[in-house]
T-cell receptor, first 111, second 113 residues
Framework: GQQLNQSPQSMFIQEGEDVSMNCTSS?????WLWYKQEPGEGPVLLIA?????ELTSNGRLTAQFGITRKDSFLNISASIPSDVGIYFC???????????FGSGTKLNVKP | AAGVIQSPRHLIKEKRETATLKCYPI?????VYWYQQGPGQDPQFLIS???????DKGSIPDRFSAQQFSDYHSELNMSSLELGDSALYFC????????????FGEGSRLTVL
């Protein structure tokens, strides 16, 4: 099946630092989604991207849909302890009926 | 706003027993996906339904079956449970004719003893 390569796998940062993570694929996607998951909870949708080149913000979060439609990144600015969690990217296939997930980036923020 | 509702939230079963998980999608969402997430892993796709028909199948064991009903809710039936079936099971819903947003429920944690 299609693979999404998400990096980094984990990050340990100091409160206040900026964070960047990305996903790449060998396939073109119609939509890129970014989720945050906390332990024992369902993934919560943070940002949805629909067009190549699109840059979208949600508070301190900014995500971009790559020009080639094969990649996306998520930036978190001025991190705070409640940003701790696992961030997943997901790409929606071109025929709309399937979503593929990255393996997640585990973010740890030290106060 | 209404979200994806899953029940039960927690379930404990013995080996070889049967379990049923339920999912109620967001209103007007016609597509349901089931995922299994083991500890420290990303969600693994099991099966999906669009307009009450199975639309795709992933790594779902033969011991598992699922269906989507006329009101669009879905049930995942798991039989002959094994220890390795212990996981978080997520349902996600989506409006099948649109690009975009897949919303997850809070999950059902299955523990097999």
């Amino acid at each position: 099946g299609q693979q999404l390569n998400q990096s980094p796998q984990s990050m340990f940062i100091q409160e206040g630092e900026d964070v960047s993570m990305n996903c790449t694929s060998s396939s073109i996607f119609n939509t890129w989604l970014w989720y945050k998951q906390e332990p024992g909870e369902g993934p919560v949708l943070l940002i949805a991207l629909y067009k190549a080149g699109e840059l979208t913000s949600n508070g301190r979060l900014t995500a971009q849909f790559g020009i080639t439609r094969k990649d996306s990144f998520l930036n978190i600015s001025a991190s705070i302890p409640s940003d701790v969690g696992i961030y997943f990217c997901a790409g929606q296939s071109r025929n709309f009926n399937k979503f593929y997930f990255g393996s997640g980036t585990k973010l740890n923020v030290k106060p | 706003a209404a979200g994806v509702i899953q029940s039960p939230r927690h379930l404990i079963k013995e080996k070889r027993e049967t379990a049923t998980l339920k999912c109620y999608p967001i209103p007007r969402h016609d597509t349901v996906y089931w995922y299994q997430q083991g500890p420290g892993q990303d969600p693994q796709f099991l099966i999906s339904f669009y307009e009450k028909m199975q639309s795709d199948k992933g790594s779902i064991p033969d011991r598992f079956s699922a269906q989507q009903f006329s009101d669009y809710h879905s049930e995942l039936n798991m039989s002959s449970l094994e220890l390795g079936d212990s996981a978080l099971y997520f349902c996600a819903s989506y409006r099948g004719t649109d690009t975009g947003e897949l919303f997850f429920g809070e999950g059902s944690r299955l523990t097999v003893l």
